[in-house]
């Protein structure tokens, strides 16, 4: 799959599901900006302060081994428009 810079994609490995904006992938990793954890829980499915439980929060930019991706693709744009609220803090309608 071909990806431009900025679409908002989902990368899913065996530790979880992240949601960020496409940066750039070479031929061993894969690259989102503004990557968010999916997590669910009781109120329904949200996204994690961090990118895993004891990680920094608000991290910037996240790298991927394509050996650790199940697989990678565009977002649902429903979910695609809570990721933007989320990391712009803009709601859109």
């Not at 989902?10 to 968010?36: H, L």
């Amino acid at each position: 799959m071909s990806y431009s810079k900025d679409d908002v994609v989902s990368v899913i490995t065996n530790a979880g599901e992240y949601v960020g904006r496409f940066k750039d992938e070479s031929t061993s990793t894969f690259t989102i900006t503004k990557p968010r954890m999916l997590i669910s829980g009781e109120g329904g499915v949200g996204f994690a302060r961090g990118i895993c439980v004891t990680g920094k929060e608000d991290v910037d930019e996240l790298t991927f081994f394509k050996t650790g991706i199940v697989f990678t693709t565009y977002t649902s744009d429903i979910v695609e428009k809570a990721f933007v609220e989320c990391v712009s803090g803009i709601v859109l309608q």
